[in-house]
C-alpha cells in the first residue's frame, strides 16, 4: 500500500469564512497516479474539482483537473487552489506558473489573495434565439441583454447578461435544455450575471450526469466573462467585484480585471481547511 497526502482548500472565500468560496481536494504528489485511479479520487470525494500535482519540464508544476465524471483542461478554483498548495509546499513563492492542458498559466499571489492570467479569448454566437434561450434559463426574453456568447478562454461556457439581480436570482438551466447549450466538448452549462457599476451578481449551471448543478463559484467562467467583456468593447481597463454562490449556501467573492492591454486576470482569497492521506 502507499500513502498520498491532500489538502482541503477553500477558494474565492468571503471575508475569510471557513464555509465560504468553493472546495477544491489537492493531491500533493501524484507521479505514481495513472488517469483512471486520479478520476477514481475525484469521485470518491465527490467534489466539483479534485486536482493532482505533477512534475514539470515547463512550469512550476502540472496539474491535472478532475471532476467526479470527467478530465477539465482549465478551471480557476482549481488553479488558484492548486497554485497556494505549491507554495506551501515550497515549490514556488508568490509567482508561479502552472502547466494544464490548455496551457502554461501564470498565478501570482498578495497574502492569500491569489490571481490567474487568462488565456486570451476566442468567442462566437449563441444560435439559439433568444426566446428559446430565455425558457431553457427561466426567465423572460426581455431580460436577456445585449449579445448572449460562447467565449473560451481555456474552457468554453456560455455567457449571459441578464437585466436584473433579481433575473439573476430567478435564473435556472432546464433539464430539457442541456441537448440544446451543449459546448466545444459536449458539456451543457450556462453562466448568467448581472452588474451593477462596479459589481455583479453571477450563477453558474452545469450538467452532472442526469441533474442540473450549481456552482458555488467559478473562476473559469469568470475569465470568460472577462472575455465576454473584450467581445462587446467594454471600456478599458475595466474591474469587477462577483458575488457568487449564496443560492446554495456557499458565499463567494471573485475579482475580475481586464487592462487596457486586454489581459484578463481573476483572482480570489485561497483558505486551506485541513489536510489528509488515503492508503491503497
Known amino acids: 500500500m502507499r500513502r498520498y497526502t491532500y489538502r482541503i482548500v477553500n477558494v474565492f472565500t468571503q471575508h475569510d469564512g471557513p464555509f465560504t468560496g468553493n472546495p477544491l481536494c489537492v493531491f500533493e504528489n501524484a507521479d505514481s497516479l495513472d488517469s483512471n485511479t486520479m478520476q477514481a479520487l475525484a469521485l470518491q470525494f465527490n467534489l466539483s474539482e479534485t486536482t493532482f500535482i505533477l512534475p514539470s519540464q515547463r512550469a512550476t508544476a502540472r496539474v491535472r483537473i478532475f471532476t467526479p465524471r470527467y478530465e477539465m483542461p482549465f478551471a480557476g478554483h482549481p488553479t488558484l487552489g492548486t497554485a497556494h498548495v505549491c507554495r506551501a509546499l515550497g515549490l514556488a513563492q508568490d509567482s508561479l506558473t502552472l502547466e494544464m492542458t490548455a496551457g502554461i498559466i501564470a498565478v501570482h499571489a498578495d497574502g492569500c489573495r491569489w490571481t490567474l492570467q487568462a488565456n486570451a479569448p476566442t468567442w462566437h454566437e449563441v444560435q439559439e434565439p433568444l426566446s428559446s434561450l430565455a425558457r431553457m434559463l427561466g ?12 467565449v473560451n478562454t481555456g474552457t468554453e461556457q456560455l455567457i449571459v447578461p441578464l437585466a436584473t439581480e433579481a433575473a439573476v436570482r430567478r435564473a435556472t438551466l432546464r433539464v430539457d435544455a442541456v441537448a440544446h447549450l451543449k459546448n466545444e466538448n459536449g458539456a451543457a452549462m450556462a453562466y448568467v450575471f448581472a ?27 469568470t475569465a470568460n466573462l472577462g472575455g465576454w467583456c473584450l467581445a462587446m468593447d467594454r471600456p478599458l481597463p475595466s474591474s469587477l467585484e462577483i458575488s457568487q454562490g449564496e443560492c446554495v449556501g456557499r458565499p463567494s467573492t471573485l475579482h475580475l480585471h481586464v487592462d487596457a492591454m486586454r489581459g484578463i486576470r481573476v483572482g480570489g482569497d485561497v483558505l486551506e481547511l485541513g489536510t489528509g492521506a488515503v492508503s491503497f
Not at 139 to 150: D, F
Open 195 to 221: 452588474q451593477v457599476g462596479v459589481h455583479a451578481i453571477a450563477r453558474f449551471f452545469f450538467q452532472q450526469g442526469s441533474a442540473i448543478l450549481e456552482d458555488p463559484a467559478t473562476g473559469s467562467a
Open 139 to 150: 426567465v423572460n426574453e426581455g431580460e436577456i441583454m445585449e449579445r448572449p456568447l460562447w
